[in-house]
């Protein structure tokens, strides 16, 4: 690959999308975000959004890219026709259908993040509900590669593992084979693999070369750990709108809400809660947040012990759609109530890096916290107080981490 020439980042969140552009020694040139105007389950959102990202590259950038990647919220799922045009709105990952867990029960041999009522399969069953048989069912992220390429018949494996596709043994489970709605299902491939070119008509449209290479990318979790440039007795925790944490293991783990993906050639596992920053972002915003963080005193105890969440039902630590939030009392004092908050949180995640240990990876030595709460020092102090490991903040993008996979890809 020439050292003149640069690729992109793309990395749909929760709550926008931000771009990344990266030079041959990963160095980043141009970052930019926006928020989603309407919001996640609009995939018109999604292209807007991106759209509007592109236009603000300059030029002479523009001109030097080779290949873009694309990360996506994993689990978000959008039924369209045949030829990729939505049906109606993307179902968010965080919407579990418990009416399905009969199905999903039965599709499963062994516990994975397929086999929860909080992965995709329930999602698949709510929209082949809806809208039929004769659809595709695409992930977030595979249907924004698709829309560039203009060809939605390709899947990345992270993105589909939620649905069930088994990494270790590159395929779906048994099950599937007898699924009246397999061939809704994508054709899946490696993360890195090249997909195809930009089409024409978005080349021209988005005034990007003609020759742009779309490879597969990721999850947006995990192009946030590619951003930290991660040792392997490292743990990584991303602070979005949910808590996500991940660390590179020997060997796949087992369990409902545990994912595992190959990266960078080695396993790489972990969970996400359904809670994260975006819960604090109920109550206060995120000026008062920062002014409520300095009047805490983290060595200490709030008192208080709540269960943070947004609406009933968690899928990591513990795999319950039925879980209540608990968010009383609310003392008079609002820097006490973001300081049980915070401690809620910190628990929370303390209990996931419990369960992976469980489950048979080691502890960090140290973790690595990026997002938009990874910021916040107040509650990066709670945390080490809960969770009794050392915190360290990157504040590299994870667009930058799907861009790293591009220019693998090209390599």
Known sequence: MLNNSFVLGIDLGTSGVRIAIINSKKKILFTSSTK?????????????????????????????????????????????????????????????????????????????????????????????????????????????????????????????????????????????????????????IPSGQIMGNLCTKKANELSLPKNLQVIAGTTDSNAGVLATFPNKNDGITILGS?????????????????????????????????????????????????????QINPNKSSGLNLIPLSSQGERFPIDDPNLKPKLDPRPVSDSLYLHALFEGLAKIEAKGWQKLNELGADLPRQIITIGGGAKNITWKKIREREIGIPIKICNTPPAAGVASIALQGLS
């Not at 993307?90 to 009969?102: G, Q």
């Open 242 to 294: 949910t808590i996500v944490i991940k660390k590179f293991v020997n060997k796949p783990l087992e369990g409902k809400g545990i994912s595992n993906h190959k990266l960078l050639g080695n396993w790489l596992s972990g969970g996400a809660s359904n809670t994260g920053s975006s819960i604090l972002l109920d109550f206060f915003n995120i000026e008062y947040i920062e002014e409520l963080s300095k």
């Open 36 to 188: 989603y105007s309407k919001g996640l389950e609009i995939s018109g959102d999604w292209i807007n959004s991106l759209k509007t990202l592109i236009q603000k590259i300059p030029k002479d950038l523009k001109e030097k890219l080779v290949s873009c990647s694309v990360a996506g919220t994993s689990g978000t799922l959008l039924a369209c026709n045949r030829d990729g045009v939505p049906l109606g709105k993307a179902l968010p990952y965080f919407l579990p259908f418990s009416e399905y867990s009969y199905e999903i029960e039965n599709l499963f041999t062994k516990e994975c993040a397929g086999s929860s009522v909080s992965g995709s399969v329930g999602r698949a069953l709510k929209l082949l509900a809806l809208y039929g048989n004769e659809i595709i069912l695409r992930h977030q992220a595979d249907w924004i590669s698709g829309w560039l390429i203009n060809n939605w018949e390709y899947g990345e494996e992270g993105n589909n593992i939620r649905m069930g596709w088994e990494i270790s043994n590159s395929s779906w489970p048994e099950k599937f084979q007898n699924l009246k709605w397999l061939k809704c299902l994508p054709k899946i």
